[in-house]
């Protein structure tokens, strides 16, 4: 049964403070129409720039998510996304004045609640899922941190979390249906280790931190004096002794509340795929790297699944972007390892380009005698050099620069390439290019049939 796209019925605004800035800002949330997906606005500066909510422009990840794009920064968004994903509201435009998102209660309760109070209206577009058809993992061994997603009919999320806490223990987290979001998850509250207070705060984070929007854990039993010392950084004096436990001495929402908002910021963070998706999401130790990560995998999946979609078509009779001699003006290849014979398309983010086997090349003598096949290493070299000239096509001067692979990943080879094929490559970027690194997926097809297809990392380096 298909479902409508959905936004808010009219503007609403709240105001709070930032959790690591401590200033106070405006967040107002207003009707976005179809297909608009979650924007941030800066109103406070020049131009008013906006930031797509997605996980390309991740620039921050360690205590909480932060998004940069067109000059602008947005930090602290994961609890305003949880709240717009946990209530399915798909397009929205989020206004702030100010560099960081409010914390309000340290979950998502207060933006639900706008949400609510605002209204809730279907458009006429159905809901565009990513449906998960093998699993996509995340995993860093060192730390013990596993996210893994299931293929499903629906969207559904299991969390895990050891600090290896004695107050704590191991604590789990279930979603099933996002349907109980608001009852079971929207107030769960964000929570620090009180050994952690101090080095934060000297860090310049958790200005806007308070009893109210966070839970601070004690490991052990901490002298009075400690205590207020601690407090009167935070100008919250009169906070009377503690035992090892809550500090804030209030009752938590539930036994595992610490593992529910780890479940809700993953939810926030995996709003940054930019559409929402089905499938079981399995994660150990989730924070907001490990989560942001995974989400930038899945949005390459679904780029590898659109691309699929749109197999290039060549026209001998349209002249190149690139002919031949063009193409050596701008890769340092040649005869007999320059292996793109034209481009006929290139934007920021793609390019297409040809090369023609013919029977006389010089591998087909020995690859091989009487059946002679393009050797697979040659193919991969073919797309390396089509990505080469997307990424040297940006530079001022491509002959002072190079390209060298880092890294191949998921290669696969679908039909053999025999002499008398056109080898049409396509090459697409899966994340912006940051620091001369280049994340590229490429697609290589004889007609209509994909031949090769594989994802490479590769870096730019100006030539000595």
């Given at each position: 049964?298909?479902?409508?796209?959905?936004?808010?019925?009219?503007?609403?605004?709240?105001?709070?403070?930032?959790?690591?800035?401590?200033?106070?800002?405006?967040?107002?949330?207003?009707?976005?129409?179809?297909?608009?997906?979650?924007?941030?606005?800066?109103?406070?500066?020049?131009?008013?720039?906006?930031?797509?909510?997605?996980?390309?422009?991740?620039?921050?990840?360690?205590?909480?998510?932060?998004?940069?794009?067109?000059?602008?920064?947005?930090?602290?968004?994961?609890?305003?996304?949880?709240?717009?994903?946990?209530?399915?509201?798909?397009?929205?435009?989020?206004?702030?004045?100010?560099?960081?998102?409010?914390?309000?209660?340290?979950?998502?309760?207060?933006?639900?609640?706008?949400i609510?109070?605002?209204?809730?209206?279907?458009l006429?577009?159905?809901?565009?899922?990513?449906?998960?058809?093998?699993?996509?993992?995340?995993?860093?061994?060192?730390?013990?941190?596993?996210?893994?997603?299931?293929?499903?009919?629906?969207?559904?999320?299991?969390?895990?979390?050891d600090?290896?806490?004695?107050?704590?223990?191991?604590?789990?987290?279930?979603?099933?249906?996002?349907?109980?979001?608001?009852?079971?998850?929207?107030?769960?509250?964000t929570f620090?280790?009180?050994?952690?207070?101090?080095?934060?705060?000297?860090?310049?984070?958790?200005?806007?931190?308070?009893?109210?929007?966070?839970?601070?854990?004690?490991?052990?039993?901490?002298?009075?004096?400690?205590?207020?010392?601690?407090?009167?950084?935070?100008?919250?004096?009169?906070?009377?002794s503690?035992?090892?436990?809550?500090?804030?001495?209030?009752?938590l929402?539930?036994?595992?509340?610490?593992?529910?908002?780890?479940?809700?910021?993953?939810?926030?963070?995996?709003?940054?795929?930019?559409?929402?998706?089905?499938?079981?999401?399995?994660?150990?130790?989730?924070?907001?790297?490990?989560?942001?990560?995974?989400?930038?995998?899945?949005?390459?999946?679904?780029?590898?699944?659109?691309?699929?979609?749109?197999?290039?078509?060549?026209?001998?009779?349209?002249?190149?972007?690139?002919?031949?001699?063009?193409?050596?003006?701008?890769?340092?290849?040649?005869?007999?390892?320059?292996?793109?014979?034209?481009i006929?398309y290139?934007?920021?983010?793609k390019?297409?380009?040809?090369?023609?086997?013919?029977?006389?090349?010089y591998?087909?003598?020995?690859?091989?005698?009487?059946?002679?096949?393009?050797?697979?290493?040659?193919?991969?070299?073919?797309?390396?050099?089509?990505?080469?000239?997307?990424?040297?096509?940006?530079?001022?001067?491509?002959?002072?620069?190079s390209?060298?692979?880092?890294?191949?990943?998921?290669l696969?080879?679908?039909?053999?390439?025999?002499?008398?094929?056109?080898?049409?490559?396509k090459?697409?970027?899966?994340?912006?290019?940051?620091?001369?690194?280049?994340?590229?997926?490429?697609?290589?097809?004889?007609?209509?049939?994909?031949?090769?297809?594989?994802?490479?990392?590769?870096?730019?380096?100006?030539?000595?």
């Amino acid at each position: 049964m298909s479902e409508k796209q959905r936004t808010i019925a009219k503007d609403i605004t709240l105001t709070g403070k930032g959790l690591h800035t401590g200033i106070n800002v405006n967040i107002t949330f207003k009707p976005a129409p179809a297909n608009h997906g979650y924007k941030f606005c800066r109103v406070d500066l020049p131009g008013k720039p906006v930031i797509d909510a997605i996980a390309d422009y991740v620039t921050e990840a360690s205590r909480g998510t932060t998004l940069s794009h067109n000059g602008a920064t947005v930090s602290t968004i994961e609890h305003v996304l949880a709240a717009l994903s946990g209530m399915q509201v798909d397009n929205v435009l989020i206004e702030l004045d100010g560099p960081e998102a409010p914390i309000m209660g340290g979950g998502s309760e207060h933006f639900v609640k706008a949400i609510k109070e605002a209204g809730i209206v279907e458009l006429n577009e159905e809901r565009n899922y990513f449906t998960v058809k093998q699993k996509i993992t995340y995993s860093d061994e060192e730390h013990g941190i596993d996210l893994i997603i299931y293929p499903d009919d629906h969207f559904s999320i299991h969390v895990l979390i050891d600090y290896n806490s004695k107050i704590l223990g191991n604590q789990y987290a279930i979603l099933d249906s996002l349907k109980h979001f608001e009852k079971e998850i929207s107030g769960c509250r964000t929570f620090v280790f009180f050994h952690e207070l101090e080095p934060l705060y000297k860090a310049g984070l958790i200005k806007g931190g308070d009893l109210d929007n966070a839970i601070v854990i004690l490991e052990k039993d901490v002298p009075q004096e400690e205590i207020d010392r601690i407090a009167k950084l935070f100008n919250r004096p009169g906070i009377n002794s503690h035992t090892a436990g809550i500090l804030n001495n209030t009752a938590l929402k539930f036994p595992n509340e610490p593992a529910r908002h780890k479940l809700l910021d993953l939810i926030g963070d995996l709003a940054l795929i930019g559409q929402p998706i089905k499938g079981k999401v399995v994660a150990t130790k989730p924070g907001h790297y490990a989560n942001t990560r995974l989400a930038k995998l899945v949005r390459q999946e679904i780029k590898k699944t659109q691309s699929k979609k749109d197999i290039p078509v060549y026209d001998p009779n349209v002249p190149p972007v690139y002919d031949h001699e063009q193409i050596k003006k701008i890769l340092p290849h040649r005869y007999p390892f320059l292996l793109v014979d034209k481009i006929i398309y290139v934007d920021e983010s793609k390019v297409i380009g040809i090369k023609n086997v013919t029977g006389d090349e010089y591998f087909f003598q020995g690859h091989f005698p009487g059946e002679p096949l393009m050797p697979g290493v040659l193919m991969v070299e073919a797309m390396a050099q089509t990505g080469g000239i997307l990424v040297l096509n940006e530079v001022d001067d491509p002959t002072k620069y190079s390209t060298y692979f880092l890294k191949i990943d998921k290669l696969k080879f679908k039909h053999k390439v025999v002499p008398g094929d056109t080898l049409i490559i396509k090459m697409e970027l899966t994340e912006p290019i940051r620091r001369g690194i280049v994340s590229m997926y490429g697609q290589a097809f004889v007609g209509n049939n994909l031949v090769i297809e594989g994802e490479m990392i590769a870096q730019i380096i100006r030539n000595k």
